[in-house]
C-alpha cells in the first residue's frame, strides 16, 4: 500500500521511508532500528548458509566469511574483524590474496630499485634472478599463501635440501626472511615468521707469507705477476681490481702513484684510491705506452694457473675427478686468490698502519668485516708477551723471571 501512495504521490525515497515509518506505527508494528554508519553488517547470501561479515576499511569494502551458521557467534566474528581494521591491521580476506608470488616479485623491486649486484640476468630466459631464489621457487608455488609462509614452512624448506650445504641454504633463507621483512614494512603483514638459520663454519682464515708468494709467483706465468703482486699488497677485491682501467692509474711516474676507483667499481660503491707498491709500479712502468689502454691487470686463466702454480710449490692439493658422464677435472683444494687479500690486512697492520687507513686503502666499509680479515697468528701473540715481560723488566719487576720456588713446585708435580 505504501508503495502505491508514494508512486501516487510521487514521494523521494526520504519521503518514501518516513511514510512507511508513520504507517508501521499506526499498525503498532515493531520499527527496526537503523544500523549506524561504521558498524558493520552481516549478510546471509543466496544459497549459503554462513554468516558473511562486511565493513569498509580505509574506504575499501572487506566482504569476509564468518563461517558461522548462528547469527550471534557470527556478530562476534564481525566485532573481532571490524577491531583488527580499527588497529590498523590487514584484513584477513586481503591477507590471504597475498602469495609468495607477490613476495617474491617486491624482493625483486626492491633489488632492481637499490642497485644490488647480486641480482643477475638468467641466461636461459633472461629472467631477474637471485642466488638461493631457485631452491625456493621450487618449494614454494606462486600460489602459496603468506599465511603458510611460517616458521614451520621454512624449517620444511631446509629438510628438503639435503644436499645442499648449510650457507647454500641460509642464502635462501635470508631471501625469505628479505622478503617477509619487507611485506611487514609496506604494512601487508604484521608480524614476521621466525625463519631459523642454519650454524655455517667460521669464516676462512688462510692467508699467505712473503715467502710462500714468492713460491707462488716463480710457477706463475709472467703476465699474472702485476695482478697477484697488487692482490697481495693492496688488498683488493679480484671483481674490483680487474675492472680497473689505465686512465684511473694516477701518477705512475710521480711520488704517490696510486690507481683511482670509481663508486660504480666497487662493492661498497664507494670510490677509492689505492695505492700501489714499488713491486707493482716497476711492472706497470714496464709496460709500452702502446698496450696502456684498456683493462691494467691481466686475469685471464687466473684460477687454474693459479691452482696449478699452488700445487707446483706445495701449497695446494690438485684431485682428478671423473663424473658418472666420464668428464674429467681437477678438483682443487689449498691456498686461494682471496687468502691475499686478509694477508693485506694483516701485513699493514704489522707494518704500524692505523686500522682506519687499512680499511680505506682495502675498502672495509664496516668493522665486523674488517675484524674477520685482521688475523692475528701465534707469532704474533707470543711476540706480544715477550713486549709485555720487556716492559715489565724496565719497570724492575721481578715477577718476569720464574723464582726457584716456582720452578720446584712445578717439577714436584
Not at 68 to 85: C, F, I, S, V, W
Not at 96 to 102: C, F, H, M, R, V
Not at 198 to 211: C, D, K, N, S, V
Not at 289 to 318: H, M
Request: overall charge positive; some cysteine.
Amino acid at each position: 500500500m505504501v508503495e502505491r501512495i508514494v508512486i501516487g504521490l510521487g514521494l523521494d525515497f526520504a519521503a518514501y521511508r518516513a511514510l512507511d515509518l508513520w504507517c508501521k506505527r499506526k499498525a503498532g508494528s515493531p520499527i527496526k532500528r537503523r544500523r549506524t554508519k561504521g558498524e558493520g553488517c552481516l549478510l546471509l547470501l543466496e544459497g549459503c548458509k554462513v554468516w558473511y561479515a562486511q565493513f569498509y576499511q580505509n574506504g575499501k569494502r572487506i566482504r569476509t566469511s564468518t563461517g558461522e551458521r548462528d547469527k550471534t557467534k557470527a556478530q562476534e566474528k564481525l566485532r573481532l574483524l571490524m577491531g583488527r581494521a580499527d588497529s590498523g591491521l590487514t584484513s584477513l580476506s586481503e591477507l590471504k590474496k597475498l602469495t609468495y608470488g607477490i613476495l617474491r616479485e617486491n624482493l625483486l623491486t626492491d633489488y632492481r630499485l637499490s642497485g644490488n649486484r647480486s641480482l643477475y640476468h638468467r641466461k636461459s630466459d633472461g629472467a631477474d634472478m637471485i642466488c638461493g631464489l631457485p631452491a625456493l621457487d621450487d618449494f614454494f608455488s606462486a600460489d602459496t599463501p603468506v599465511t603458510a609462509l611460517t616458521t614451520d614452512a621454512a624449517a620444511r624448506f631446509v629438510k628438503a635440501q639435503p644436499k645442499q650445504s648449510n650457507a647454500t641454504t641460509n642464502r635462501s633463507l635470508a631471501l625469505l626472511r628479505r622478503m617477509l621483512h619487507l611485506a611487514h614494512q609496506q604494512g601487508k603483514i604484521q608480524a614476521v615468521p621466525y625463519v631459523k638459520m642454519l650454524p655455517e663454519p667460521p669464516a676462512r682464515q688462510g692467508t699467505i707469507t712473503a715467502e710462500e708468494l714468492q713460491a707462488i709467483m716463480r710457477n706463475l706465468p709472467s703476465h699474472l705477476h702485476p695482478t697477484i703482486a697488487f692482490l697481495w699488497w693492496s688488498g683488493g677485491r679480484k671483481g674490483e681490481t680487474s675492472k680497473a682501467r689505465w686512465n684511473q692509474v694516477k701518477e705512475l711516474d710521480g711520488l704517490s702513484p696510486h690507481i683511482l676507483l670509481e663508486g660504480g667499481q666497487t662493492k661498497n660503491k664507494e670510490g677509492r684510491a689505492v695505492p700501489l707498491a714499488s713491486i707493482v709500479i716497476a711492472a706497470l712502468r714496464n709496460i709500452p705506452e702502446k698496450d696502456r689502454t684498456g683493462r691494467v691487470f691481466d686475469f685471464s686463466a687466473l684460477r687454474y694457473d693459479w691452482a696449478r702454480a699452488c700445487a707446483a710449490a706445495g701449497l695446494g692439493v690438485r684431485t682428478l675427478v671423473t663424473s658418472e658422464a666420464g668428464n674429467k677435472w681437477y678438483q682443487y683444494k689449498g691456498k686461494t686468490i682471496h687468502d691475499c687479500r686478509r694477508s693485506a690486512v694483516g701485513e699493514l697492520r704489522k707494518a704500524g698502519v692505523s686500522e682506519e687507513v687499512t680499511m680505506k686503502i682495502t675498502g672495509h666499509k664496516t668493522r665486523a668485516v674488517f675484524d674477520r680479515y685482521n688475523i692475528v697468528g701465534v707469532d704474533e701473540v707470543s711476540q706480544a708477551m715477550r713486549k709485555l715481560e720487556t716492559h715489565s723488566l724496565q719497570n724492575g719487576s721481578n715477577w718476569v723471571k720464574p723464582s726457584q720456588q716456582l720452578v720446584e713446585s712445578t717439577s714436584k708435580a
